[in-house]
């Protein structure tokens, strides 16, 4: 299904294990929370260096919050939060909604109904974060007061797609820190759109294997 290849996408390849049921990233440290803008200005810093401080602001935890659409239309949305390199992360997509909980080596899924389950394969970590660390290419554009405003290129491998030309991507850093990601994608004969609000949240409740814990199928 088209939503669930753009769910890969959102998620940059991160959108959750394989299950027996299939389912279909605000910092409190700005870009240039390492350079302070007072003696060195942010237009200053290369952008590659203002987009990789962005992103490691999130390192010690976040949040996020994906919307994904298809022709104009929301087809997904993906909410979680990561801590260390335990993730948890809900996808409700046609009325379905699938929380998933991951803690290297192991995953959980939990349906509609409430039950646990283990997952049949732990797949990926749940870390959109991680692949956007690792652009070809980054430009910076111009932001609003206070944030920063950078476009970057991506491997489509790097983001679940398919090709091999590079993918544009836009990133939005905020006063505040937080960073705003968004893309386009073709799917099937209409355009894809995703955009996934990234958040610092480096003190949250921790993340923990489900209880009582569900035996493997």
């Known amino acids: 299904m088209g939503a669930a290849s753009l769910c890969l996408a959102v998620l940059l390849g991160a959108c959750g294990p394989a299950a027996s049921s299939s389912p279909a990233a605000s910092a409190t440290a700005s870009a240039a929370a390492a350079q302070s803008p007072a003696t060195t200005p942010t237009s200053t810093v290369p952008a590659r260096d203002r987009l990789a401080a962005a992103l490691q ?3 010690s935890g976040y949040t996020f ?11 997904a949305r993906v909410t979680g939060r990561r801590l260390g390199t335990a993730s948890e992360l809900t996808i409700d997509s046609g009325g379905v909604v699938v929380t998933y909980r991951i803690i290297p080596p192991q995953a959980w899924l939990r349906s509609a109904s ?7 394969d732990p797949g990926s970590s749940a870390d959109p974060l991680a692949p956007l660390l690792a652009p070809l290419d980054v430009t910076a554009e111009s932001g609003s007061q206070g944030g920063d405003q950078l476009d970057a290129t991506y ?5 679940g797609l398919g090709g091999t030309d590079p993918v544009k991507v836009r990133l939005d850093v905020a006063a505040d820190g937080t960073v705003t990601v968004r893309y386009e994608t ?19 409740d921790p993340i923990v294997a489900p209880s009582p814990l569900p035996s493997a199928s």
């Open 114 to 120: 409430g039950e646990w389950a283990v997952a049949s």
């Open 65 to 75: 919050d994906t919307l994904l659409s298809v022709g104009g239309k929301q087809a």
């Open 155 to 159: 491997p489509a491998a790097a983001l």
């Open 186 to 204: 073709q799917v099937g004969t209409q355009m894809g759109v995703s955009q996934t609000v990234l958040r610092a949240a480096p003190t949250q």
């Open 57 to 59: 602001a999130l390192a």
